[in-house]
């Protein structure tokens, strides 16, 4: 920075800068080790909030994936069938149909319809 | 507020404070803090123009560093390191703002601020000064500030901004001669 072929404005730009060059801030470093501190302490926090989302998620998705498959319903339904109880039902399907022979017939074509010769 | 400037840093002791730093120890940061701040700070006032900006983007910088140190490896100077790190933020900070600071109006004169500021003439060229380089574009007042001011190499200058050397030469070159245009008045002969 000291060539002697400067004009006076380069040396007088290189004096005016340099006079910034160093700005001595009292205290600087430590408010830097505090602001380092709590920015430790702030991604600590944060690492061990998402830590214990993670494991809530890992808990929700082994609940989720330990839910009966649609294979294992099946199975299921077909046991319950087999079951006693489920005779029930097919005993109240089977009255059901006998109630049906009580309900009226009224569509059905009466017997003079049958017998009766077309166009007569 | 002192302009007296730490002794200059050693490159090896920088090594060594770094690993230190990254195993967590906070005085080998303190120390390193202090070796390396005022030039810091100074480089970035120039940048944005204002001592408060300017002292916390120089913080932003050395939390930045704290959390590198670990992956950190020792193949460019700390100083470049700092000041590629300084000069991202600056530009971020420039974004955030939607515009760059055209004028030097914080530099006005703080009381002790110089012991020979009673000089009106050098206060004065002082001020005008800075409102020029204030005035320049981004990448023409970040290069003569580097140059001029912290004295760095060409090559250094080349990789804090991220371009190659011979932009960078550009780049100074037309800062000075933007330079002169604006300080005629107080230069004849520029």
């Keep these: 920075m000291n060539d002697p072929q400067r004009t006076p404005f380069d040396r007088e730009l290189a004096e005016t800068l340099a006079r910034d060059r160093a700005v001595v801030v009292p205290g600087f470093a430590e408010r830097v080790v505090s602001a380092v501190r709590a920015d430790r302490r702030r991604r600590l926090v944060v690492r061990w909030s998402s830590a214990a989302a993670a494991a809530a998620a890992c808990l929700v998705a082994a609940l989720t994936l330990s839910a009966p498959s649609e294979e294992t319903l099946n199975r299921q339904v077909w046991e319950l069938v087999a079951r006693d109880e489920s005779a029930q039902i097919a005993d109240l399907l089977g009255a059901a149909d006998d109630l049906r022979l009580l309900s009226p017939v009224a569509d059905q074509p009466g017997v003079v319809d049958v017998l009766a010769p077309a166009g007569s | ?134 005035q320049l574009p981004d990448e023409q007042r970040t290069a003569i500030l580097l140059v001029v001011q912290q004295e760095l190499p060409y090559e250094d200058i080349a990789v804090i901004m991220g371009a190659p050397v011979s932009s960078v030469k550009t780049w100074i070159h037309r800062a000075r001669a933007r330079l002169r245009e604006l300080m005629k008045d107080f230069h004849p002969d520029a």
């Design chain 2, 1 to 134: 507020m002192s302009q007296e400037e730490p002794t200059l840093p050693d490159d090896e002791d920088d090594k060594r404070l770094m690993a230190l730093v990254a195993s967590g120890d906070d005085d080998a940061l303190r120390l390193l803090v202090h070796r390396h701040h005022a030039r810091l700070v100074g480089y970035l006032r120039g940048e944005v123009g204002s001592q408060a900006t300017a002292e916390e983007l120089a913080m932003e910088v050395f939390i930045r560093l704290h959390r590198a140190a670990g992956r950190w490896r020792p193949e460019a100077k700390l100083t470049t390191f700092l000041i590629h790190i300084a000069h991202n933020l600056v530009l971020n900070e420039w974004r955030r703002r939607g515009r760059k600071p055209t004028t030097a109006l914080e530099f006005a004169a703080e009381p002790g601020d110089h012991s020979q500021q009673s000089a009106r003439r050098v206060a004065e060229l002082d001020e005008a000064f800075r409102r020029a380089v204030a």
